[in-house]
């Protein structure tokens, strides 16, 4: 083992909370788990199909095929599943373990779906550190888990029931907070409670109330990890 990776592993476990952390590099993440077809097109325009333990870059363009999902482990401990018909860009993502005020993770969801479990960044250093973009809103996360949905024209073979949402962005909270932005209007999505908007309004209410009230959100029970868990 070399003295790089052994010095990165003694500050992993010198950090609280973080002895688990991926030994992967701290400018991307890692396929994870793999059900289908999932691909990348990098900046210079290659494009690759991604296997199990692939490693996903700063500016990739991931894409998931009909009925496939891919979980996407990021080395500051958190996660995201992409479902069926996806298609989402890493705008960035850095961390450092002893420069918290680097942190940055941004995505930018074309369309499809994406279930989040948030890690260090975000939660240390700068709290506006980890955003998800899409056309009509930007959502940033307070430490949580959570669905986000572009529907564009619509999320039919997303999600159980997707194909009955108008166009527009979702974001379902599982735990913890989001807060959802949409032009000069900042809503926080607590617990329970869902946000949507079709880029002029922005309505936020309890999800048994909302339009994902009728939307069932599976994930493979064979991803490992807290995404495995949570699969309602």
């Not at 210079?44 to 999902?69: F, H, M, W």
């Not at 298609?87 to 420069?99: A, G, H, I, S, T």
């Not at 617990?191 to 309004?201: I, K, N, P, Q, Y």
Request: aromatic share 6%.
């Amino acid at each position: 083992m070399n003295t790089n990776k052994i010095g990165f592993m003694m500050l992993a476990l010198l950090a609280g909370g973080a002895s688990s952390l991926p030994a992967f590099a701290a400018g991307g993440g890692e396929v994870a788990n793999l059900s289908g077809t999932l691909s990348a097109q990098r900046p210079d325009g290659a494009l690759l199909i991604l296997s199990q333990k692939s490693e996903v870059r700063p500016g990739d363009t991931l894409t998931t095929q009909k009925d496939s999902y891919a979980q996407i482990n990021f080395p500051d401990g958190s996660s995201m599943t992409m479902r069926p018909n996806t298609r989402m860009k890493v705008e960035n993502f850095q961390f450092l373990q002893d420069k918290p005020q680097e942190d940055g993770a941004f995505f930018r969801l074309i369309k499809g779906g994406l279930r989040t479990i948030t890690g260090l960044v975000g939660k240390r250093g700068n709290q506006d550190a980890y955003r998800i973009s899409t056309a009509t809103a930007t959502i940033g996360i307070r430490g949580s888990s959570g669905n986000t949905l572009v529907c564009d024209p619509s999320c039919a073979g997303v999600v159980s029931g997707g194909e009955k949402l108008p166009q527009g962005t979702y974001h379902e909270t599982n735990t913890g907070s989001y807060i959802m932005v949409v032009g000069p209007k900042t809503e926080e999505i607590t617990e329970g409670r869902s946000g949507w908007t079709d880029g002029l309004s922005l309505n936020v209410g309890p999800t048994s109330a909302s339009p994902l009230g009728g939307v069932v959100f599976p994930i493979p029970g064979f991803f490992s990890g807290p995404t495995a868990n949570l699969c309602n």
